[in-house]
Every structure is written in C-alpha cells, then in structure tokens.
C-alpha cells in the first residue's frame, strides 16, 4: 500500500508531532496526519476525534481502509473533552484561532503534560496567549505554504512563559528564527497591517493606541521582510 499523502501542511504537522506511545488529533475531519503517523510507528496509538459526526465518520473510513482500527480511538467530543485518558501529544490544527484557543482554555486539566502541535488559520496571537495562560511556552514556530497559503505552526511544551503583546502578534520563536519562509511571510504579513493602518487612520474618529500598534507591528514585520537570515 502506498502511504497517505500528505501536503505540506501535514507534512509540518507530522515533522513536529514527536514520537510517543499515544497521541491524539483534535478536529481531524480526514484522519490523514493521525493514520500517518500510526503506519509509521511514530504512535503506537492514536485518538482521532471531532466536534462533528460527519466529519469523525471521514477519519473512520480512512482508519479501516489503512487496517488501523485497533491502534486508533475514535470519539466525537468537543475540543479537549477527548482525552479521557493522559497521552503524550495532541495536535490541534485547522480550526479558527479562537475555537483552538478556547479548547485550550476550557481542557487543560486534562492535557497532563502533553506536547502540543497547533496551527490556526486566524487568530494567531489568542493561541499563543492561551498557551502561556495554561502555563505552557512555546519551543518552535515554523512556516510552510500549502495552496497559495501562509501557514504557521507552534510547538509548545510544559513551562511558564511571558510574552508581550508584540511577541504575540509576531510569534516570539517565528521572529528570532532563521526560517528561510520568514522574509515571504513577513512581507505578506507587512502587507496586511498596513492595509489595517490605512483603515485605522481614514475612520471618522481615529484611535490614537490601535494607530500606534498597527504601526509599531507594520514596521516589525517591515524589519522582518528585509532581514535575510538571523540566528535563533
Ligand atoms: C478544516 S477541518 C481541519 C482538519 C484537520 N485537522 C486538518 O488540519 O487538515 C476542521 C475540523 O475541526 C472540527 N472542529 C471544529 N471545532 C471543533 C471542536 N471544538 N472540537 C473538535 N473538533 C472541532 C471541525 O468539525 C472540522 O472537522
């Protein structure tokens, strides 16, 4: 059998998910990345679970036609309400920032310690607000492009972190790394909040502290699109 395909995406996803006794995938809709990393043995199990029935009743097709059905848990919960029982990673990704931030939020206590894998498509800065809120900090970020889209990942671990409302924005690992996507990205990104500024300025009552920020992070991001490579 040939192995599933991934994007790079799920490429990323697979290359932070570390090798562990069980994982889990919150919100895994297809069950791609979690088969995958069953067949591989880099989880001897996996829980494969969503919010909808419809979309758990992809991955379940997909974990019978891979023959993976006794190394696979499949659970339709809300968030983190599927860890019934400790594991050692869980992945989060796809979902809105503020859907993943607050699965976060609300589950925690049952998260055990577990290294965490992320990527929201909006939102970005709750997410990592809601990983120092849980007492967790994140160890990596890391960039890919997947059909014409910018994609960022976090990789957090057990640990108290502070970070401020720039490092939020920016991503405090993403900013220092030597990612060779970060000038593209920082560019867009430069791109985006400069397009905001323009908005905040033209308002019938400009607010003087939202016209601030937006311009403290256009320039950031501007340093960050002319930077070639730093060390981390
Ligand atoms: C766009 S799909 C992403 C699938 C896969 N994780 C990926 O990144 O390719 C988002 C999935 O998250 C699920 N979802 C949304 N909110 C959820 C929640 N609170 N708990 C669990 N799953 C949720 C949706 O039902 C949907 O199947």
Known sequence: MRPIQLDERLSLAMALFPSCREGADIGTDHGRLPCRL?????????????????????AQTLVQQRGLVDRATLVVADGL???????????????GGRTIAGALLRGCQRLAGATLVLSAHTELPEV??????????????????????????????????????LERILGPCLSRSGDPLLAGYAAWRRGVWEARLAGLRQAEAPEAEQIRQAEEVAAAYAALAAKEESPC
């Not at 069953?38 to 758990?56: N, T, V």
């Not at 309400?81 to 979902?95: I, Q, R, Y």
């Open 128 to 165: 990592r607000q809601a990983v120092e809120e849980i007492g967790y900090h994140l160890v990596q970020e890391r960039l890919c492009r997947a059909g014409n889209r910018w994609y960022v990942f976090l990789q957090a671990v057990p640990g108290a972190a502070r970070y401020t409302p």
């Open 38 to 58: 069953l067949e591989e043995g880099r989880c001897q199990r996996m829980i494969l679970s969503d919010i909808s029935p419809k979309a758990l009743s992809r």
């Open 81 to 95: 309400e599927a860890l019934t029982h400790p594991v050692d990673c869980v992945s989060m990704m796809g979902m």
